[in-house]
């Protein structure tokens, strides 16, 4: 499993990331504190707190492509 930290900062934001993970067929997670929800799904997006950093975890082997695609809303834990 790999994983990296976001900050969406804008509802743009939130639709490009969302735009991008549905490109891929694999599973992909955003977590905050104890809520998970699935990165395809705007409205699971939007019931996170954003103003914290959201974990992505992704168990898929070939996500490096994703995770260059996503490298703009990464930051610190």
Same mark, same amino acid.
């Given at each position: 499993?790999?994983?990296?930290?976001?900050?969406?900062?804008?509802?743009?934001?939130?639709?490009?990331?969302?735009?991008?993970?549905?490109?891929?067929? /694999?599973?992909? $997670? =955003? &977590?905050?504190?104890?809520? @998970?929800?699935? +990165?395809?799904?705007?409205?699971?997006? /939007?019931?996170? $707190? =954003? &103003?914290?950093?959201?974990? @992505?975890?992704? +168990?898929?082997?070939?996500?490096?492509?994703?995770?260059? $695609?996503?490298?703009?809303?990464?930051?610190?834990?």
């Amino acid at each position: 499993m790999k994983s990296t930290y976001i900050l969406l900062k804008t509802i743009n934001d939130v639709k490009d990331f969302v735009n991008i993970a549905s490109k891929y067929d /694999f599973e992909i $997670d =955003l &977590s905050s504190g104890r809520y @998970v929800v699935d +990165a395809k799904s705007i409205m699971g997006i /939007f019931s996170l $707190d =954003l &103003s914290k950093p959201i974990k @992505v975890e992704v +168990a898929a082997e070939n996500a490096d492509k994703l995770f260059k $695609d996503i490298e703009r809303f990464e930051t610190k834990e």
